[in-house]
């Protein structure tokens, strides 16, 4: 009788021990996130990429050519989440080839409001070379939205004789510029 009562107070202490083990009044998991770096830039809308700015002969004699009215048709679009904390990034832009005698500008307006996170500041306007320049800086995580009409709204105009163009080296010539955006991390 004593060895079925210690072997009951054995099994009840080892059953309660094994319960209380097991749940308590608290629990916790764990739950694996994973966020990538972006670095995305995008020029829209795709449609109308490719721009024409052709330059108008004068009527009259003694008068200069008449350069094309500003594009202001397309809209730089970027995401970007940033390798570490506290990094930002910017947009360099250049050209692949210059023009003789004359300058290509590009100035980007402020970013349009959509989208979300800290969106960069523009730089203005730039005379672009065939070297990278910032043309928005300071970009914190953030996305601008797609499409036309979000993003930083982006205006092209052709300048002769003023800045480093020179209406001496100007000559009759179809040219072809491509124009290279990119998003790189500071």
């Given at each position: 009788?004593k ?22 009044d ?24 490719n721009?024409?700015?052709?330059f108008?002969?004068?009527?009259e004699a003694?008068?200069?050519?008449t350069?094309?009215t500003?594009?202001?048709n ?19 832009v250049?050209?692949?080839a210059?023009v003789a005698?004359?300058d290509?500008n590009l ?5 349009a ?12 306007t730039?005379t672009?070379?065939?070297?990278d320049q910032?043309i ?6 953030s996305?601008?939205?797609t ?9 092209y ?7 480093t163009?020179n209406?001496a080296?100007l000559?009759?010539d179809t ?6 955006y990119?998003?790189v991390e500071?």
């Amino acid at each position: 009788m004593k060895t079925i009562k210690l072997l009951t107070a054995i099994l009840l202490a080892i059953t309660s021990g094994t319960v209380q083990a097991q749940d308590d009044d608290q629990d916790a998991h764990t739950i694996g996130i994973t966020i990538p770096t972006v670095l995305l830039v995008d020029i829209e809308p795709s449609a109308a990429k490719n721009i024409t700015m052709d330059f108008t002969a004068p009527a009259e004699a003694g008068n200069p050519i008449t350069p094309p009215t500003d594009n202001a048709n397309l809209w730089l679009n970027y995401s970007y989440i940033p390798s570490a904390s506290g990094e930002t990034a910017r947009v360099d832009v250049k050209i692949d080839a210059l023009v003789a005698g004359l300058d290509i500008n590009l100035s980007a307006a402020a970013d349009a409001g959509n989208g979300g996170g800290t969106k960069g500041l523009s730089a203005g306007t730039i005379t672009l070379t065939s070297t990278d320049q910032s043309i928005i800086t300071a970009i914190g995580a953030s996305y601008t939205n797609t499409g036309a009409n979000n993003g930083h709204n982006l205006t092209y105009s052709l300048d002769v004789d003023s800045g480093t163009s020179n209406y001496a080296n100007l000559f009759a010539d179809t040219n072809n510029v491509t124009v290279t955006y990119t998003i790189v991390e500071n």
